[in-house]
């Protein structure tokens, strides 16, 4: 007997819970840019929508009644506009992810002798931030301070360099779902499913171009799994791949008009290659090393 999925979506916008209304959902996240949704819905009422305003947090969740559903993000609308769509109204919101907006913030520290990641989680809970962060192995020698003189994101991007200069590895940072990530480019930070044709892969491809700084990078299109996230290690098994992979970014595309319900990402194998766990259901910056 075929087993029937039932897809979940859900938005809340400010006060307004927009569940059983027609949407079309999309949550992508660029390999630099920051994570950003756009939703559209329709024939909203005049109370609902006089209740949203720009500035206002959006929750997201998506996934399967019978397995996993997931907060795939928390973003604060930058826009929000009405529109004629033939003799409906469509009404849209756009914005990021709140976490990348914390990294815009300003504030104030100072640590002595203290490695760069073990800065960054003490700047990640000064900014609401939970830290996902990689031991760099090596101190900042002497004293080290963030001011408001610049954003968060700026004092980030200067970390990166002292921890690339100490392993002579890229590094990256990121800031998605609540987390601060703060790790070199190759490693995974949490495990996703196999991406498999007997479970939710539709289409896997090399993409790669000779003048790429990987030897493979696989493109993939798979039934929505609110697990996958830039950083996710997802173990790829199929004819013509097989082994463990580094999500570089995704997009989530969530439709009650088309029916939608998908993934896709583009993803880089991961150095010394491990399965991941897998259930059985179906813009940070980077640093390479630099001499100062």
């Known amino acids: ?10 938005v809340e916008a400010g006060e307004v819970d927009l569940s059983g ?3 079309d959902i999309k949550v992508r996240k660029p390999k630099e840019d920051p994570l950003e949704f756009d939703v559209q819905t329709w024939n909203l009422s005049r109370d609902s929508w006089s209740r949203i305003d720009e500035g ?15 907060t795939v993000c928390l973003g604060k609308i930058e826009t929000a506009k009405p529109s004629r769509d033939g003799r409906d109204k469509k009404y849209r919101l756009k914005g990021i ?10 504030m104030s520290g100072r640590w002595r002798n203290r490695c760069p990641d073990e800065i960054v989680s003490a700047i990640a809970g000064e900014i609401g931030l939970t830290p996902i962060v990689e031991d ?38 990121f800031a998605s779902r609540g987390r601060l990530h703060f790790v ?11 991406l498999s044709y007997e479970n939710t892969l539709i289409s896997i491809q090399d993409t790669s171009e000779p003048d790429d700084d990987v030897d493979e990078k696989l ?7 609110p697990a996958i996230e830039k ?14 992979y580094r999500v570089d970014q995704y997009e989530f595309q969530s439709s009650t008009e088309s029916g939608d319900h998908l993934v896709r990402g583009k993803c880089t194998p991961i150095e010394a290659a491990r399965p991941a766990n897998q259930p059985t259901y179906g813009g940070g910056r980077a640093r390479t090393g630099v001499t100062r």
């Open 1 to 10: 007997m075929t087993r029937v999925w039932t897809q979940v979506r859900s």
């Open 21 to 23: 209304l027609d949407f």
């Open 56 to 70: 206002d947090l959006v929750r997201i969740r998506l996934g399967w009644d019978e397995a996993d559903v997931a």
């Open 97 to 106: 992810d709140e976490s990348e907006a914390a990294t815009k913030t300003r």
């Open 136 to 173: 760099v192995g090596d101190e900042v020698d002497g004293a080290y301070s963030v001011t408001r003189e610049q954003q968060v994101r700026a004092w980030l991007d200067e970390l990166l360099d002292y921890a690339a200069d100490m392993t002579g590895t890229a590094w990256e940072w």
């Open 184 to 194: 070199p480019q190759t490693q995974e930070t949490v495990d996703a499913p196999t």
């Open 219 to 225: 493109e993939f299109e798979a039934m929505l799994e």
């Open 231 to 244: 950083g996710a290690a997802v173990y790829v098994n199929t004819e013509d791949f097989e082994g463990a």
